[in-house]
């Protein structure tokens, strides 16, 4: 009998970020003095919001006073920042949820790893081509059946629906790595396919935040029937530059069923055993996001990056390339003059030291694309983009 | 096709310890006067160490500036943790650890919950009885059968050894709940077993720092033979008041292996695909806890609930009570004179206003036992200890 879970071997050799951040490290080390801009890895590089660190410092003192200390809190989270999630995020979209509905972590890449775990292991399951390797890789170490859903240039990268009925279907929108969003009318198409064929979709707005076009939907729950098929994932990393912090949130609504059982009380089940909630001065943070002052700061810092994603979108574009995304997200998606996106990452480094991340590691329908992140310094990123245009 | 996670089924309805949380909430309800002291739930009462809180808080000044802000960290934690860990942590008892074989994560109920992904569903799982209740709800969760090994006061809480083949081992020392520690001649006994077995061990070490006999090993590693077989887990939860912070470790050695293959890279793999790492600032805190000052500052801690544990022991021996645990551990195992532990903790709560653990919520074997923890305030616990007293 095998031991290990064979499941492991369907990976490929390494989890791309880890891959490529190797593949720096190497070149670095071979050129000590090579001056590298990193666009690759989709990391914030603006410091925290004043009022961000102020809670900080705030909860922190709690910590040290016996009679302000706060050990193990809720697996779910603290009332009081599922409540200022649900006051600023939710009600001002015209969205209702219960505070049990709401269950905050420490990341949304924690919670898409591990919400299939309430699922069969041979639940089939669809995702987007190109999309974030977590819903595929924590699907293929389950051992299920991973079904490819093409999104190109020709369908506007909003994903084709399944030819075959599945179970769970996983939809990114603003999209990583593509950076366009989906339309309240294509969202609409999956779940009325989500409703017809009993498909539960998993909802990843992680980039919501950097949506500009007011017509598109910010959080699924505004569409008619979302509640009883959609769970919705956002986190903090990069609507508030919490990276490094690690907090996010994920929304299991009462109405969502599967085979007549509820979900909400399954997922409650599983963090209450195998997680314990989120450090008390990080969740003191994620509520001063919502703040007043909160609000004002965090705005600022996502114009930052836009502008910076302006700066990629139409700089790429003068200099002759054809380029997506930029404009809804913090992501372009840059069509390449070449289909091998492994070897233009090379080239790029080599010849622009500008660090980017090969389409081919987003899936199959990646290759021939490179995405570059909005997230860095603006004078790094226009220094990027010049080195890019004398690229030819 | 069933498309849930069927073996959700198999767990009881509600994790234990939010079980007991909601009947103590109904009891407040109903008895808002009412003067609770609670040692049930084993969570620390001592605000974060002074040495601590200055980290904490320099780390959160480092996020405020755009020189000194960090995003995403390295998914197994910070170079300067995982070598902390190593110096203050291994070198003092001998064991030099590679720093790419430390894990930092928020916690070991996470790791503990997580790790046996690594594995078949098929494998066979053996645990303690009573123990944790983490270790056997994961496994049921993924399917496995789990066997238990009774540890009674007559093996002296030293689970027995599987009378037949398992290939995996759960072993918690100093143990939750009894308040046992493994000698080192128990101890080598499982290590020889899972030599002679392939079985590998996964070891729970979270309340090490708790140990006052310095005959008894504070890692496994300190044992022969243990790295080829053997992962060790270990909290800063109560080691040092982190309950509230979340950070813990696992060790993963390079020379184990299953079936030919090592589990260090399996697991690297499963948390950089799952997990984001731990909040910077915890990471410093973590750090800050081996510092000079740290170390004096926290020694104080496991004092002063050391003690605690000495007046709950010999407070209830004195009452003419058979106790176990207190010594080696903050956990005192009650010998209930009913063989009925719930019906005990209602009682105790409604005659006592006393919050304790129903042994039976540990396993089988717990039942007829009453875990009652060391981390309350020092006057409170003598309260409690008169409460029960005169409880006759």
Redesign the interface.
């Known amino acids: 009998?095998?031991?290990?879970?064979?499941n492991?071997s369907r990976?490929e050799g390494?989890?791309l970020?880890?891959e490529i951040a190797r593949k720096v490290e190497a070149y670095r080390r071979a050129h000590p003095r090579a001056d590298l801009i990193r666009l690759g890895?989709g990391?914030?590089?603006?410091?925290?919001a004043?009022t961000v660190?102020a809670a900080?410092?705030r909860a922190?003192?709690e910590?040290?006073?016996?009679e302000?200390?706060?050990?193990?809190?809720p697996?779910q989270g603290y009332a009081f920042l599922r409540e200022a999630i649900q006051q600023g995020e939710y009600a001002p979209r015209g969205v209702q949820l219960e505070p049990d509905e709401i269950f905050v972590s420490?990341?949304s890449?924690?919670d898409l790893?591990?919400l299939q775990?309430?699922?069969?292991?041979?639940?089939r399951v669809a995702i987007a081509d190109p999309v974030y390797?977590?819903y595929r890789?924590?699907n293929l170490?389950a051992g299920r059946e991973v079904l490819l859903l093409p999104a190109t240039r020709e369908n506007h990268f909003a994903p084709e629906l399944p030819t075959t009925p599945v179970?769970l279907l996983y939809l990114c929108s603003p999209n990583n790595p593509t950076g366009t969003a989906l339309t309240r009318e294509a969202l609409q198409r999956y779940l009325d396919y989500a409703r017809e064929h009993?498909t539960v979709i998993l909802y990843d707005s992680a980039y919501s935040s950097y949506l500009r076009d007011p017509e598109l939907p910010r959080s699924i729950y505004e569409l008619d029937g979302a509640r009883e098929v959609a769970i919705e994932f956002k986190s903090f990393s990069k609507a508030a530059?919490f990276?490094?912090?690690?907090c996010g949130f994920a929304v299991v609504p009462h109405a969502l069923k599967?085979?007549g059982?509820s979900l909400n009380p399954?997922w409650f089940?599983?963090q209450?055993?195998?997680?314990?909630?989120?450090?008390?001065?990080?969740q003191r943070a994620a509520e001063a996001v919502y703040s007043e002052t909160g609000r004002i700061e965090i705005a600022a810092q996502i114009a930052y990056y836009q502008e910076n994603a302006r700066l990629l979108r139409e700089g790429l574009q003068a200099a002759g390339y054809e380029v997506y995304g930029g404009e809804q997200a913090p992501y372009l998606w840059w069509k390449l003059p070449t289909a091998d996106s492994l070897a233009f990452f090379d080239r790029l480094l080599d010849k622009c030291g500008v660090i980017g991340t090969p389409g081919v590691g987003f899936g199959p329908h990646g290759e021939g694309y490179f995405r570059l992140t909005a997230f860095g310094d603006r004078e790094r990123t226009r220094e990027a983009v010049s080195r890019i245009a004398a690229l030819g």
Chains 1, 2 share one sequence.
């Open positions: 009998m095998n031991r290990l879970n064979e492991f990976l390494d989890y970020f880890s890895i990391d914030v590089t603006l410091p925290l004043p660190i900080l410092h922190v003192d910590m040290a006073r016996p302000t200390f706060r050990g193990y809190g697996e420490d990341g890449k924690c790893g591990n775990e309430l699922f069969s292991p041979r639940c390797p977590v890789d924590s170490m179970d009993g530059g990276t490094g912090l690690r599967v085979d059982q399954r089940r599983r209450c055993t195998k997680f314990n909630g989120v450090a008390y001065p990080v």
